[in-house]
């Protein structure tokens, strides 16, 4: 089991910063691909960003891309995603989450992979 918990989320005007984290204690979080997913109120839940588990590989949705930047330290157990230039339809629940495989090779874009997920931080982009 893989327990993981999302924090930085609010409230922030349209072109602002937010900086989302998620901590785990699992001490093979080095070795697991993470993703940033998210789900807009009546929507499905769509992926964001992943990172493979050396950090090396990183994707991202065509929404997102350049504006959002995924990272990780290892050493300290975290997942980080910048986000900058925020737009009213960035407004969702964001969730991290891993599909708990050591050293898989790659990553994934389809949120149905990902088999452990935090409880979610809520981001709300005013216009």
């Known amino acids: 089991q893989v327990q993981l918990e999302e924090s930085g989320g609010g409230f922030v005007q349209a072109g602002g910063s937010l900086r989302l984290s998620c901590a785990t204690s699992?001490?093979?979080?080095?070795?697991?691909?993470m993703g940033w997913l998210r789900q807009a109120p009546g929507k499905e839940r769509e992926f964001v960003a992943t990172?493979?588990?050396?950090?090396?590989?990183?994707y991202y949705a065509d929404s997102v891309k350049g504006r959002f930047t995924i990272s990780r330290d290892n050493a300290r157990n975290t997942l980080y995603l910048q986000m900058n230039s925020l737009k009213p339809e960035d407004t969702a629940v964001y969730y991290c989450?891993?599909?708990?495989?050591?050293?898989?090779?790659?990553?994934?874009?389809?949120?149905?992979?990902?088999?452990?997920w935090g409880q979610g931080t809520q981001v709300t982009v005013s216009s």
């Open positions: 699992a001490r093979t979080f080095r070795t697991y691909m």
């Open positions: 990172i493979n588990w050396s950090g090396r590989t990183t």
């Open positions: 989450a891993t599909d708990g495989r050591s050293q898989r090779v790659g990553v994934s874009v389809k949120p149905e992979e990902y088999r452990y």
